[in-house]
């Protein structure tokens, strides 16, 4: 055989050579490993306002982080309202969405909760009422009628007077009895506490222009949805907190870049939802989500240290404690360090 014919002989020997070098290689190659499975709950029903979730979820942000996400829905559940704090706490959830003055009241009581983000940045509290009422401003609310629910919105709404320096014995203040607005439209009250997503929506579509007086902009802060876990998750599984931290913030993008692909998620979910009453929610809902100069997700002190001023001062907490305990910023500071 001359040197001519053995050339092909030598290239395939070459070649088969690479590829059972190539096959060994690919066999001794760590595997994939699972993924990590992660409870959330939710604080209501599937709803516009969890389409953060949904979006990470449909568009792989969740899968990208190796992480098998179950989203439970919250509110009346088989007759009983999920209490998200005790879920969590119980380990039944990873994580989960609750506001900021539940979350510090839980604290106060001894309960190791944290907050890693919220989901909306300003909050959707205002105080809603029909162009008769005319109220304006909080010193229009003197002598007027206000269906306001107990708890946190009425915390809320009564630091709305006093930093207005509005004597809220001057404003009739009755609970509300429901989600509705029913008492507003019908002339029962003069104004109603709600967010201007759900009861602001409501009131358009029973055919009414509503007066919305948000109590952000009288620098009444609070924080609505606020994604927590429990101290011993942030210490013992912070990879996981921060690839989910990580997930949640890109879907709050997603959901703010394309408002209709959330709302065509959201329905996906939501199965008795409606387009046009998510759509009206979400687009309420995009201003306090990232405002001009803000990212996703981020919080401030400023925000928690009023909060808990205002839990304090109205007794809502059973003892005082270092409110700082009470949030982190390490894992939304990691998301953005690496953008």
Known sequence: MNRTSRL?????????????????????????????????????????????????????????????????????????????????LSGKSDFGLTDDITLLQARADGKPMVALATM??????????????????????????????DGGARALFITLLTTANVDPSQVTIVPRTTFGVDPLVKGDVDALVGWIMNEGVQVKQAGFAPDMMLLSDYGIESYTNVLIATEQTVKNKPQIVQRFVMAVTQGLQDVVSNPDQAVTYTLAYGTTLTKDNETLGLTAMLPLVAPVGSKPGMMDDATWKATYQMVTDQKLISKPFDVSTAYTFNFLNQVYSKQ
């Open 120 to 149: 909306m940045q300003r909050s959707p509290s205002a105080v809603i009422s029909l162009p008769k009422a005319n109220i304006h401003h909080p010193q229009d609310l003197v002598g007027k009628k206000v269906a306001v629910a």
């Open 8 to 88: 092909p002989i030598i290239f395939i020997a070459t070649l088969l050579g690479a590829l059972v070098l190539s096959a060994c290689g690919a066999s001794n190659a760590a595997p994939t490993p699972a993924p990590d499975k992660v409870n959330v709950q939710l604080g209501w029903t599937y709803e516009f306002s969890t389409a953060e979730f949904y979006a990470a979820e449909k568009n792989g942000r969740f899968a990208a982080q190796n992480l098998a996400v179950n989203l439970q829905q919250g509110g009346f559940v088989n007759g009983a309202y999920v209490d998200t704090i005790a879920d969590v």
